[in-house]
Each structure stands twice: as C-alpha cells, then as structure tokens.
C-alpha cells in the first residue's frame, strides 16, 4: 500500500522569505506521480504542482518548485518570495496506476506573517 | 465550463437518516472520484469510477454506495448516517487514462451527523 508522510503539522514564514515544506512516500512501483495541492479557509482544493517520477528535473511553476528526490522517497515544496495568500493548507499527493486515485498525506498549515 | 459543481455545500442530518450528495461535471470527464476529509486529516478515498456503469471500492467505502449512470453525475449515497460521517465530502473528476492529469475539485459538502 501506498503512504505520504507530512510530518510537520504547522510551519510559518515571514512574508517574502523562502519556506519548503516536506513530504515522504512509500511505494513499491517504479511509475507514479506527486503532487502538491493547496487548500486555502475556502475548502477548494487547488493544484499547486506536480512531478512524474521518471523525470529527473524537478517541476517548477513560478514562486513555487519541488525538490524530488526519487531513491529518498522524498517530494519537498519550496514557497520563494511567500506571499499573504500562500497562508493555506497544504498537501502532498501521491498516485500511481490507470485509476490515477490520490493517496494524500494528512497536510501542513502553512501562516504567513507580515 | 463550471467544473465540478457539489450539493449542497452543507447538511447537518440525524442519526439514521440517509441522503445523496450530488456531484456533476461539465468536462467530459471519464474518471471520477469521492473522497472524504475528516479534520486535521488529509483526503481518503471512499469511491471511484472510471466511466458510466462501473464503479469500484476506495479505502473507506462502508456505509456509502455510488451509481455512475451518465458521464456527468456520481453521486453518493449515505444510508443510515452514523457520527463517524461528519465530515467534508469532496467530489473530484479527471481525464482518462494513466498520466499526470490533475483531478479537478469540487467545493466540497459539509455534513454534521448528529
């Protein structure tokens, strides 16, 4: 069975600075896919990022980018320049299989001070 | 496009009643997907379906059923409401096939069992 590791239940950052929130997984498979799904007080879950396992580069999509460390089992995220709206839940997803169904961790409650 | 649009967004039942939480997407989506999110706690899933008549068991599927007659709706089904179903139900639909695909989120259902 598959699990996702978030170990640190709250974590904050002074706006502007630069915070990476971490995630470990389990598997056995050798192709599957991470995500990284932020959950604002409004309950809509949104995508943030993603990476396919067989690729080496790390997935980047503007502030935010994923340090993947595949033999490590390891999928950190790091907030750059954080902003008031990045205060919000965040999760770490993993999926693997045609069904594509998400194993989530239990998350991180990420604040931004200030 | 509207996405995936839920109902009703909350529902406070009595012990033993039963009800359906609707779910509907716009996208053409073929993957379909019910998870449940107890407090603090990341996403399980309950049910998913991979297309119009065929339906399968997530990680806590007891005490719920789910039909897929269209590509559009999945709805879930509560029979005989217990406490241990309070919780935010989300629905979540995706493209077919084994890949990267994000799952699009619905708003969520908020449901008290009281």
């Known amino acids: 069975a598959q699990t996702v590791t978030q170990s640190q239940p709250e974590m904050s950052v002074q706006e502007a600075e630069t915070v990476t929130l971490s995630c470990t997984y389990d598997t056995s498979e050798s192709d599957y896919y991470l995500f990284w799904y932020k959950q604002p007080p409004s309950r809509q879950m949104i995508l943030v990022i993603r990476q396919e396992a067989y690729k080496q580069q790390n997935a980047t999509e503007n502030r935010f980018s994923v340090n993947f460390q595949k033999a490590a089992k390891s999928f950190s995220l790091k907030i750059s320049d954080s902003q008031l709206g990045d205060a919000a839940m965040y999760f770490c997803a993993f999926s693997t299989g045609a069904n594509s169904k998400l194993t989530f961790g239990k998350g991180i409650t990420l604040s931004v001070r200030p | 496009n509207a996405g995936v649009t839920q109902t009703p967004k909350f529902r406070i039942l009595k012990i033993g009643q039963s009800m359906t939480l609707q779910c509907t997407q716009d996208?053409?989506?073929?993957?379909m997907y019910w998870y449940r999110q107890d407090p603090g706690m990341g996403l399980k899933l309950i049910y998913y379906s991979v297309g119009a008549g065929i339906t399968d068991k997530g990680e806590v599927p007891n005490g719920y059923n789910v039909s897929r007659s269209t590509t559009e709706d999945f709805p879930l089904r509560l029979e005989l409401a217990a406490p241990s179903q309070t919780s935010v139900y989300f629905c979540?639909?995706?493209?077919?096939?084994?890949?990267?695909?994000?799952?699009?989120f619905g708003p969520g259902t908020r449901l008290t069992v009281t």
């Open positions: 996208m053409n989506h073929n993957y």
């Open positions: 979540a639909s995706r493209l077919a096939g084994e890949g990267i695909y994000e799952q699009y």
